[in-house]
């Protein structure tokens, strides 16, 4: 069931925060606040993370892509990803995804329109969202799509991760993108992992940083696109292009699916 606990930091409100937004609570900023006195880039981190999600979503449009999933989609934030898809293609369809009820509120009232949903689901569970009535009713899964799973796998455990990676690239036609970002231990100080480990703690969803052969290993079954796996500000990033901060502590790509 989706987190109602308004009481209890969350990963997607700490995120809005930094993001410099207002759909968060006190308990998310001084969290958030926390972390910035151990992790100061921890702002400019949370806006590449972003940047890096409009980036790729365009991208992927550009590339004749017209139906989105966006899992852990996280509370609307100016531009929207469905904004941006649809100054490629006007008529394309995108499904939000979260696990925050808060989040799943804020999304139906502030976000959602024809061809744009939002709906509870969790990256733990692949096949759920996949056949979930108002996602199979709104997008074509005979068809490729474009998934985001930016900022996400890091939230979710080792115990996880295997059976999420392996449930959603066999729910995903040949041909679909998936977009993911995740922290990275080699390219992050010691320091900073542990203070986001700490703060992360104290939500409903713990982080766990990995390597980048770990990360790597989340895109087998794809072929990894230029310029591969980056950092989030080094995907590749255009001149006037909104949230374009530089953050090395999360590696970002975008894959293809091949076939089986």
């Not at 999933?69 to 904004?83: A, F, K, R, W, Y």
């Not at 490629?88 to 949903?117: F, K, S």
């Not at 980056?230 to 091949?258: F, K, M, N, T």
């Amino acid at each position: 069931m989706a987190s109602t606990d308004a009481t209890i930091p969350s990963s997607a409100r700490i995120y809005d925060y930094l993001l410099g937004g207002h759909r968060n609570y006190a308990v998310d900023r001084e969290a958030a606040e926390l972390f910035l006195k151990a992790f100061p880039n921890a702002r400019q981190s949370a806006r590449a993370t972003r940047g890096f999600a409009l980036r790729a979503a365009r991208w992927m449009a550009e590339q004749g892509i017209t139906q989105f999933l966006d899992i852990g989609s996280g509370l609307p934030t100016e531009p929207n990803v469905h904004e941006v898809v649809r100054q490629v293609h006007p008529g394309a369809r995108i499904v939000y995804v979260d696990n925050d009820a808060i989040v799943i509120a804020e999304g139906q009232a502030l976000r959602d329109e024809p061809g744009v949903i939002t709906v509870e689901g969790d990256l733990r569970r692949p096949a759920d969202i996949l056949t979930n009535p108002n996602v199979t009713g709104l997008l074509d899964l005979s068809q490729p799509l474009g998934v985001l799973t930016v900022a996400i796998w890091h939230f979710m455990p080792d115990t996880a991760l295997e059976q999420a990676q392996t449930e959603l690239r066999k729910g995903l036609p040949p041909g679909s993108y998936l977009a993911l970002s995740h922290g990275c231990l080699d390219t992050t100080p010691a320091a900073t992992i542990r203070a986001a480990e700490a703060l992360y703690k104290q939500t409903t969803n713990p982080l766990t940083a990995r390597t980048r052969a770990q990360i790597a290993a989340l895109m087998d079954g794809y072929t990894l696109v230029e310029p591969g796996l980056v950092g989030l500000h080094e995907w590749r990033p255009r001149h006037g292009d909104p949230y374009p901060e530089q953050s090395g502590e999360a590696l970002a790509c975008v894959g293809i699916l091949r076939s089986t």
